[in-house]
């Protein structure tokens, strides 16, 4: 362009005039930002297979549990005995209790470390579906918190049921469609109930073994008790794992449904 001063030459924008050393006060304007564009939501892949392992394997833990009932049922009668009569309760009738006792015990933890692997698995691919469904202003933590929330302290208590709370809520097709619907206030009673039972069943076992722990054994009364609180939460425990198949089997389901009302591309199922 030519110099605006004198004329006489041609400047470069924002360039000096070589004739008479002016700067050239027009510049090229800025190049525009280019749009942000949020990364698009993890394709949707109904977990059924993941739902059906997980049905064998809470069914399996509600057997389980059970058993471990009927183990401190046994425990229960047998500290009771010797807390009316110690010499008569035969000691191989003892041992015997005590072993099937330590049996179930052992038995089911591992039983529940393995659901707990496969039911994480599950819920973080439920939590990552509920995100391509419901992808604004919907979710209250993240997906990386269907792991971490379980070994948390303080927020295990909670932060598993809101994970649970809107990932039923952004599935469920009774709520509408589109990203922007309205959301519930609350989650469904299944889910609530569902982790009443594991928190407390959790919790009455936790209490259980801290009395023994500081109980002596020859404590009967003490022993006979905390033997009758491991039965208690031995049955509701039961009670979670047969709610946990039911929410699991819902959840997985109305996703399917969800992405067909969406009308997605057709999802992956493993």
Not at 33 to 48: N, T
Not at 114 to 130: D, Q, S
């Amino acid at each position: 362009m030519l110099c605006q001063r004198c004329h006489a030459a041609q400047v470069a924008p924002g360039g000096y005039c070589p004739s008479c050393g002016a700067l050239s006060a027009w510049a090229p304007p800025p190049a525009p930002y280019a749009p942000y564009l949020p990364p698009a939501p993890a394709p949707v892949r109904i977990p059924s297979g993941l739902a059906n392992a997980l049905t064998v394997l809470l069914g399996l833990n509600a057997l389980a549990q059970a058993l471990a009932l009927g183990a401190a049922a046994i425990e229960f009668v047998l500290f009771g005995q010797l807390e009316t009569d110690p010499g008569g309760v035969d000691a191989q009738d003892a041992r015997a209790a005590d072993s099937f006792y330590a049996v179930t015990g052992v038995g089911g933890l591992l039983l529940l470390l393995a659901t707990g692997v496969v039911f994480i698995v599950w819920f973080h691919r439920v939590r990552r579906n509920a995100a391509a469904f419901v992808p604004v202003g919907w979710h209250r933590l993240g997906p990386g918190w269907t792991i971490g929330a379980w070994f948390t302290p303080v927020v295990n208590l909670w932060f598993p049921k809101q994970i649970a709370d809107d990932v039923w809520s952004a599935g469920d097709p009774a709520t509408g469609a589109g990203p922007y619907r309205m959301k519930p206030t609350s989650g469904p009673p299944l889910v609530l109930w569902w982790w009443l039972a594991w928190v407390a069943g959790n919790l009455l076992s936790w209490v259980a073994v801290a009395i023994r722990s500081g109980t002596s054994v020859t404590d009967f009364s003490a022993m006979r008790w905390s033997y009758g609180i491991d039965m208690a939460g031995a049955l509701v425990s039961v009670a979670a794992a047969v709610l946990a198949i039911v929410m699991v089997r819902r959840i997985t389901t109305m996703q399917g449904v969800r992405h067909a009302m969406l009308n997605q591309p057709p999802a992956y199922r493993y």
